[in-house]
């Protein structure tokens, strides 16, 4: 397409729930309540993990950092409550960018969820050596690791997307991701096809560690003669699992879904399950469902009220 007439854009405009007018007020209280659930019970979270030694393992150290992506999202949650009372701004390119920066860092996640596979895959299959495979250093090792690729992957994506010159101010959604690029005046399959590889790269890959995890996981947990040992070993591994499915569920469904298969609908849902659903859902499994975390904030409880 020509480029040399259109109009240079300084700001988008977000068109956000403009689908669901007459039920603005209502998604606006659902999502600030689970908006102040997700900041308190990942500071809860991160805070009782920090001051109790029981805690300080490998498997709580991954979560611990996992749990720091509430932060991300307050470059997009407030933002989006705002539009839906009436009070949408425009936004420069420069914070469309900042934003867009974010919501891929978060991809370190997929990478964090891996090396948490690789440790329930250690502590089940190879216990004798855990303390030796696990130990602090390469937990350090994977985190930077984790968070080195989705730096990468974050600042390689922005500078692709916003290389781009756009004629088109109108976003049909409530953040600035990946498909502000279709606002491009020019022909973008490079683009998509960086996209592809990129997506293919940083989901399918960690996906495909931790599905080979598991199936050792569960052969080996097979292999345990007492039920009780059974029981406890799947335990360790139900809370990881749960997080893991969902969070590759919505990631995969959002980059790697056909071109156009979505509407605007369906890709507001599966946004507002990744940036707000899935931040309140850690927390949430790992404190719910685990007895070791829900002992230590009794142990939190009870120093402060002594």
């Known amino acids: ?17 403009s689908n669901f007018q007459e039920h603005q007020l209502t998604l606006f209280v659902a999502f600030l309540t689970l908006y102040i659930l997700t900041l308190a019970g990942n500071v809860i979270t991160v805070t009782v993990i920090c001051i109790d030694h029981h805690l300080h393992t490998p498997m709580y150290f991954f979560l611990s950092v996992i749990l720091l992506e509430t932060f991300y999202s307050l470059v997009i949650i407030p933002r989006m409550l705002s539009s839906l009372v009436g009070l949408s701004q425009p936004i420069s390119l420069a914070g469309c ?10 991809i370190n996640n997929c990478f964090l969820l891996t090396a948490m596979g690789h440790d329930c895959y250690v502590a089940i299959c190879n216990p004798l050596r855990y303390s030796v495979i696990m130990n602090k250093r390469a937990c350090i090792q994977l985190v930077w690791g984790a968070c080195s690729i989705g730096l990468i992957v974050a600042m390689t994506q922005v500078t692709s997307v916003f290389r781009l010159p756009f004629c088109a101010t109108k976003v049909a959604h409530f953040i600035c991701d990946i498909p502000v690029m279709k606002l491009s005046c020019t022909d973008m399959t490079v683009n998509e096809i960086l996209t592809l590889i990129i997506s293919i790269l940083v989901i399918l890959v960690p996906m495909g560690l931790v599905f ?5 996981i569960i052969s080996t947990i ?13 335990a360790t591994g139900a809370s990881h699992l749960t997080v893991f ?14 071109k156009l ?6 890709d ?19 404190t719910l469902r685990n007895k070791e975390v829900k002992d230590a904030l009794l142990r939190a ?3 402060k009220l002594s």
């Open 261 to 266: 298969e979505n509407t605007k609908d369906q």
């Open 97 to 106: 960018a900042t934003q867009m920066f974010f919501i891929i860092l978060a």
């Open 222 to 234: 097979l292999k345990i003669a007492f039920a009780k040992g059974q029981k406890k070993a799947f």
């Open 212 to 216: 080979i995890s598991y199936i050792l």
């Open 245 to 258: 499915m969902v969070h590759y569920g919505c990631a995969s469904i959002a980059y790697l879904k056909p």
């Open 1 to 17: 397409m020509s480029t040399a007439n259109h109009t240079e854009v300084r700001e988008f405009i977000f068109q956000g729930f």
């Open 301 to 303: 409880t009870g120093r």
């Open 268 to 286: 507001q849902l599966i946004s507002v399950t990744y940036t707000i659903i899935t931040p309140l859902l850690n927390p949430v499994v790992y």
